[in-house]
């Protein structure tokens, strides 16, 4: 099990933080948010330690990365492995395109659903609790979707398989909210940012590989058993990060204290609603993609998987570039350049296809779309969770709901769009440019960049 020795003692009535001291014994900090200084033998040279993951050392942090990224990668894993595999369910089935789309969107908006349900409980009743109940829900509906005879059990075994991968993505930018604040957080949540960016696009990849050696039943039953594996190794590996006397601080007791302390802030609504719109037209591309890419531009599942996995390239670029910049400049004027970008290069898209340029005219501009969403996210959490470390879980929940939530309403349009003429590039880019143009104006007309302050040490 992880040692949580090396975490600094909090006293669970009070709040307050003990740190042991060499020659005073111990010095005791009274402290709301985990924030503690050490003084030792001598305060002029003693360590300023500002938040509790302060004082974890690199391999066990590494250890943290490790898991929670895995926790983290477990929603888009779910929602984004089968991908592949949408025309061979279209053939078994026997039904439309749009139907197909559309477990994809009950699979999401279960996600956004349980995150809702996920985030203000751990911030009420810890971090454990709800990450082992609702992803033990996961490995159940994992099973039922790789059984479902019909059409409809496998929709609603989506919906429930959206539910159960919720607790892993909110909890873990909890945990790490918990344990680290300002430009640590950055870096901390930038990995986190790797993962859920990265993950969208490498899971079509992984399942295109798994359709070589078996049905698309068999997607589910890996599923399964990466929720199992997800399970036991939290309930071995993560300790409870978030001490009683956090879970009642004054402004913070209540469900709707804590909606309420988010959705007064003017900068959550507007970064709220960029991750939205940078989500939707993400998810707008991987709902249509499979379609565009081999019904279009015949590829084969292995090609299509490896499409995949150069853009997840541009993402990687993406959120550890912006890890460095934002840390330097802010995450507010890494989003004033990434969102410009993401209108550019949804627009060259539409363009070079009407132009007739082919396959590279839509592959070149949708590499530059997917390095700018990696740019985007980690800022939309640093500019999130670190105004709200009361509330991280529910701050948490609502950003992943409404990524997850908006994108499910708003992917399944290119399918709706194309229903005549059928999808082509031009369809896929419109949904992508509405949703940037939407994020470009809530970052200068809501977040006002130049209103936001500077991230502290």
Known sequence: MLDTDSLP???????????????????????????????????????????????????????????????TALGPFTIDLYLPAFPVLEADFDTTAAMIQLTLTGTMIGFALGQLIVG???????????LLSVTALHVLASVAAALAPTLELLSVARVLQGAGAAAGGVVAAAIVRDLFGGRRLVVMLSRLALVSGVAPVMAPLVGSALLLVMPWRGVFVVLAVYGFVMLVSATIFLPETLPPARRSDRGSTTVWQRYRSVFSDRVFIG??????????????????????????????????????????????????????????????????????????AASAIIVFDQLGFGLWGTVVPLF???????FTFPCVQVLALDRH????????????????????????????????????????????VACAI?????????VRPRTVGMLTP
């Open 9 to 71: 003692a909090q006293n669970p009535s009070t709040g307050s933080v003990r740190i042991p001291s060499p020659s005073t014994g111990s010095v005791r900090v009274p402290s709301s948010t985990g924030a503690i200084r050490t003084l030792g033998p001598d305060p002029a040279t003693a360590p300023i330690m500002l938040h509790p993951g302060d004082s974890i050392p690199t391999r066990r942090r590494v250890l943290y990365i490790i898991l929670l990224g895995a926790l």
């Open 120 to 130: 203000p409980l751990s911030d009420k009743v810890g971090r454990r609790i709800p």
């Open 271 to 344: 970064v709220l609603v960029i991750g939205g719109m940078t989500f939707s037209g993400l998810f707008s591309y991987l709902s249509s993609s499979s379609f565009l890419f081999q019904l279009d531009y015949g590829f084969d599942p292995q090609q299509y998987g490896l499409l995949f996995a150069a853009n997840s390239f541009g993402v990687v670029v993406g959120v550890q570039a912006a890890s460095r910049l934002a840390a330097r400049f802010g995450p507010q004027w890494v989003m004033a350049w990434s969102t410009a970008v993401l209108v550019l």
């Open 368 to 374: 530059v779309f997917m390095t700018a969403c990696g």
């Open 389 to 432: 470390g009361k509330a991280a879980g529910t701050a948490q929940s609502i950003i992943g709901a409404t990524n997850f939530g908006v994108a499910g309403i708003i992917s399944p349009l290119v399918g709706w769009i194309a229903r005549d003429a059928g999808i082509t590039a031009t369809t896929m880019a419109s949904v992508m």
């Open 438 to 446: 939407v994020g470009v104006l809530a970052l200068w007309f809501i």
